[in-house]
Nanobody, 128 residues
Framework: QVRLVESGGGLVQPGGSLRLSCAASGFTPDYYTIVWFRQAPGKEREGVSCISTGDGSTYYADSVKGRFTISRDNAKNTMYLQMNSLKPKGTAVYYC?????????????????????WGQGTQVTVSS
């Protein structure tokens, strides 16, 4: 059974940084896509970034390109989302999810229905 546990959220000032972690267990990391979604209060959940655990291909939403970096440590079965230059609109619950599939486009890897396994979420609040 796949289990995902997010951590690293918190309160940060605008312009600050946070690193989120997604610790995974119960699957072989070679052929999975891990995605970070976020859901702001009163808004729909949106895809932020994806990574292929096999070849390390990465994809980003335009709104976070150049500020966020997704990475993975297959030896630790952990994925990370480094978030720099955070903005107040980045306030949201951030979720990681996993699917035993490989995607070639960002718009494909952020389709929620592709993912059966989700973490519980971690709150990120960007405020002064």
């Amino acid at each position: 059974q796949v289990r995902l546990v997010e951590s690293g959220g918190g309160l940060v000032q605008p312009g600050g940084s946070l690193r989120l972690s997604c610790a995974a267990s119960g699957f072989t990391p070679d052929y999975y896509t891990i995605v970070w979604f976020r859901q702001a209060p009163g808004k729909e959940r949106e895809g932020v970034s994806c990574i292929s655990t096999g070849d390390g291909s990465t994809y980003y939403a335009d709104s976070v390109k150049g500020r966020f970096t997704i990475s993975r440590d297959n030896a630790k079965n952990t994925m990370y989302l480094q978030m720099n230059s955070l903005k107040p609109k980045g306030t949201a619950v951030y979720y990681c999810a996993a699917a035993p599939k490989i995607f070639l486009l960002f718009r494909e890897c952020v389709i929620e229905e592709e993912y059966d396994d989700w973490g519980q979420g971690t709150q990120v609040t960007v405020s002064s």
